[in-house]
């Protein structure tokens, strides 16, 4: 896994601010699909500023990029 994408633990039991953002808009993604992943809906669902968000991701792509990484890992660790 590239070193700039978080690992299968983002999706774990331990909540960080990085692995909220991952959580909420995972579920976004999934449930509005990409265009309905705007940074301003998911500030809004996750109650933060957009500036938060852009100080833990650059971005809808790098969040979307973070989100087929995590997911990857956790189905390779769970069926390995």
Do not use: N, Q
Not at 52 to 72: D, F, M, R, S
């Amino acid at each position: 896994m590239r070193p700039d994408l978080p690992d299968a633990a983002a999706f774990d039991a331990e909540e960080t601010v990085a692995g909220r953002i991952l959580r909420v808009a995972r579920a976004r993604l999934f449930a509005d699909g990409y265009a309905g992943l705007t940074m301003d809906a998911l500030a809004h669902d996750l109650g933060m500023s957009k500036k938060t968000l852009y100080a833990h991701y650059a971005g809808k792509e790098a969040i979307v990029t973070a989100i087929i990484a995590v997911t990857g890992a956790t189905i390779r660790r769970l069926t390995a």
